[in-house]
């Protein structure tokens, strides 16, 4: 089946260290996005990626880090410069740029940092 | 500057009757696309229904339509004899042409529980 993979579901962490989540599709798609989810919030953009070695930040990209070196994974690396780093992280893709390209969500990764 | 608007933190609604998650959207783009999504407790986002600005019918999927009203700018989700099983949060979002990228915008959902 295609789909999206995050891995780990589940992350604890203490402060001051980077930790990386990962994200992986088998939908060939070309555009691959991060988001942050709080409580009570919808999601926002962190950075996103259109093509293979390329990637843009999105509106909350500050103590975040990606890296695009092929078409099936964009891995996220949440820094110890990230403030307030617990949160619902979700991984997203879509086959490109138009207008009706639905994005294709993965489970999720829920981030605890203490 | 592009915005979605849900004001409706929570719903409740019967099982087998109708219910209509309202949204609002803001953008001076004239091409734009709208799209539900639902978020079950498990946390995965669930792509339900898609809108293009330029659509001159409303979309339909299932037991799922959207009430596009493109002059007043809502573009309000209506789900019809609801189920147990949809009892989750559900979001709109836009995508807009003529920004930097074409990314989607959320609004801050509706939590709908369904009532037996």
């Known amino acids: 089946d295609g789909g999206i993979t995050q891995s780990p579901k589940y992350l604890f962490r203490k402060e001051g260290q980077n930790v990386t989540l990962s994200c992986e599709q088998n939908?060939?798609?070309?555009?691959m996005y991060w988001y942050r989810q709080d409580p009570g919030q919808g999601l926002r953009l962190i950075y996103y990626?259109?093509?293979?070695?390329?990637?843009q930040k999105g509106d909350i990209a500050e103590g975040y880090s990606v890296s695009r070196e092929k078409k099936e994974s964009f891995p996220l690396t949440v820094t110890s410069a990230q403030k307030n780093p617990t949160a619902f992280y979700l991984c997203?893709?879509?086959?490109?740029?138009?207008?009706?390209?639905?994005?294709?969500f993965g489970p999720g990764t829920r981030l605890t940092v203490t | 500057a592009q915005k979605i608007t849900q004001t409706q933190p929570g719903m409740f609604v019967q099982e087998k009757e109708a219910v209509t998650l309202d949204c609002t959207y803001d953008?001076?783009?004239?091409?734009?696309?709208l799209f539900w999504y639902k978020q079950p407790s498990s946390g995965e986002m669930i792509f339900l229904i898609y809108?293009?600005?330029?659509?001159?019918q409303n979309a339909t999927e299932g037991r799922y339509s959207l009430n596009f009203q493109k002059a007043r700018k809502s573009a309000n989700l209506v789900i019809s004899a609801s189920q147990l099983g949809d009892s989750a949060m559900y979001f709109c979002?836009?995508?807009?042409?003529?920004?930097?990228?074409?990314?989607?915008?959320f609004g801050t959902g509706t939590l709908l529980a369904v009532q037996p």
């Open positions: 809108q293009g600005s330029y659509d001159q």
């Open positions: 939908l060939n798609h070309d555009a």
């Open positions: 953008t001076s783009d004239p091409s734009y696309g």
């Open positions: 979002a836009m995508r807009a042409v003529g920004g930097a990228t074409n990314k989607l915008i």
């Open positions: 990626s259109q093509i293979v070695n390329d990637f």
């Open positions: 997203a893709s879509s086959q490109g740029e138009r207008l009706y390209y639905e994005q294709y």
